[in-house]
Structures are given as C-alpha cells and as structure tokens.
C-alpha cells in the first residue's frame, strides 16, 4: 500500500481557493455516498475498557451537530478504543511502581516495558484521533466546531455575549 504524502483533502463544503464548481460537486457527490446513517455499536470483542470509550467518543460525536461517523470508521475507532484501554491499563502499571528508574533489575524491565507500551499506544492514539476528528485539528480540517452550536433562547444569547 502506498504511503499517503501531502495534505489531507477538504470537504467539498469548505473548500477554497481556485477549485470549480464542478469538482466541488463532484467531491460532494463522493462524500454523500460515504455517509452512512448507521448508528455503530461497540463490537463485542472490544474489552470492557475499550467499550467505556466507545460509549464515551460516541456519546461526544452524537453532541455534535455534524454526522462524522461512518461504517468505514469502524475499524479506525476499534483500534482507537483498545488503544485507549492498553494505554490506561500500563498507566496503572507505571502508577503502582512510582519510578522510572529502580535498582531492581525486574522491576526496571517491566517499568521499561510499561513506557514503552504507553509510547507506542500514544502515537496509534493521536493519529486515530486525528483521522477520527477528536482532536481541534481534525474537526478544523472538517469544518466542525462543536462551540459553534446555534443558540436559539434570547436570554442565553445575550449572556453569551458578555462572557466574550
């Protein structure tokens, strides 16, 4: 599979510069059709860790006003999930020794094997994170601003101004 090289493509709804009607009908078009209004639900085999946070990211994505999600996530948000898991699993490991350095040799091998785990589920984190629209980068290169929820009561509006 090739590596993927340059910047990540915009939805055609915020798309800029010297692009043409036509490709940004077209690039709607496609993204239409990957749209899925499935509701996904946590894969049996996740680990219970992994379930609390799909319960947890799905409830974030369900407060937003845009459908990120689809099918072909699926996957990208199982890793994302046990990842999370393995991640807060090493940390309790790491929390129980207190150290980083120790004049046990045993007990520095699994402190060594423990950063090394949460190194490792760091990065697979941040790059799901991404490619799933949790972090402000990803849902800025969507066009999704989950502030931006459109106030409807005066009263709310008009206290909203003054706390800027």
Known sequence: MAKKTGRPPKPAAISTGNVSNEFKETQARIEQNLQTKATLRAPTQLSAEAKKEWRRVMKLYKEMDADILSNLDEMTLIIYCEAVAIYKKAQELWINYQAVVTTDPRSQTIIDK??????????IIAKCASDLCLTPVGRARMGINPADKKIDDPLELMFQKYEE
């Open 114 to 123: 423990t950063f090394r785990t949460m190194e490792k589920q760091s990065q």
